[in-house]
């Protein structure tokens, strides 16, 4: 029908349909139909596809705008959302294998143990963090970034952008970090990271020291030693840095991750919390302590 639509101008409907074996009734019953309840709700769920995927960085597939709209009251199926964002031609960020040397290890320093050997769970908030670094290409030269992640909730609690590695970048991470975490109690905080020279520096170790953090660093040769942590990087440069660059230099890059780790924290559904955000999933925690602690006291 669309194709006598288009060409109906130059040569006539009925020409048209007598090429085609067409009943010209038939055409004009068709463009003349009203739309049906599934075409009515098709558009106005693309409409609210739209709006998320746009509000979420571009990054999200099928299963989070679902996820999404589900939170919003949409009530919807999947198999729905993946036909309509196919139609719209939208589709979530995919991971690439792009990998830059940013781990220098010290061997000539002593080094901690490895106190979570692949394990990257925990109970609660503040039991272990993992630290490490990631680089971007700008046109101004490489940029380094760090993270400090908290495991319980995948919340990012402390970063910081650097044009070099020096200890300074991954130290002002951990003064954010811990920053953010002020007021709470730290002791026996497991911080664990690779055997970076920035981990592994005075400096550094002092200061987690002084937090009552015990430092932790996966053992050499092993791929899997900070999975949690290098996985996140994974993520960050396929949702930020290859999905929104190139980069200009330090100050775009550090300008989008201030956002980026806003929009991670606060709105970015985790199908390993649940599909909650960090911030939702931690607020959940404590709410539900304060009413353990509340119901024993009575």
């Not at 409907?13 to 038939?26: F, K, M």
């Not at 396929?238 to 991750?257: K, M, N």
């Amino acid at each position: 029908m669309s194709f006598i639509t288009a060409h109906k101008q130059r040569w006539g409907v009925e020409p048209i349909c007598r090429q085609l074996q067409i009943a010209p009734a038939t055409y004009y019953a068709v463009v003349n139909r009203l739309p049906s309840a599934r075409t009515l709700r098709d558009g106005e769920l693309q409409m609210a596809i739209q709006r998320v995927w746009r509000e979420h960085f571009g990054v999200y597939g099928a299963d989070k705008v679902w996820a999404q709209l589900n939170r919003e009251g949409v009530r919807v199926a999947r198999c729905t959302i993946e036909r309509l964002m196919r139609t719209l031609g939208l589709h979530g960020a995919v991971r690439g294998k792009t990998r830059v040397r940013t781990t220098v290890g010290d061997e000539t320093s002593g080094r901690p143990a490895d106190l979570v050997k692949r394990q990257f769970r925990a109970t609660a908030p503040n039991r272990l963090w993992v630290a490490d670094l990631t680089y971007v290409k700008t046109h101004a030269g490489w940029v380094y970034v760090a993270f400090i992640i908290d495991v319980f909730s995948r919340c990012i609690v402390g970063w910081q952008a650097s044009r070099s590695l020096r200890t300074d970048l991954a130290l002002d991470a951990l003064e954010m970090a811990l920053w953010r975490r002020r007021g709470r109690r730290l002791e026996g905080l497991i911080h664990h990271s690779d055997r970076g020279v920035q981990y592994l520096a005075i400096r550094y170790t002092e200061r987690l020291a002084e937090a009552g953090a015990v430092a932790s660093v996966g053992s050499r040769g092993d791929s899997y030693d900070n999975a949690l942590a290098e996985s996140f990087n994974g993520l960050y440069k396929t949702e930020l840095i290859h999905h929104r660059g190139p980069w200009c230099g330090l100050d775009a890059v550090e300008y989008a991750t201030l956002g980026y780790v806003d929009w991670f924290n606060q709105r970015r559904l985790h199908g390993e919390l649940g599909m909650l955000p960090p911030a939702e999933f931690e607020a959940l925690y404590y709410e539900q302590a304060r009413s353990v602690q509340l119901a024993s006291s009575q």
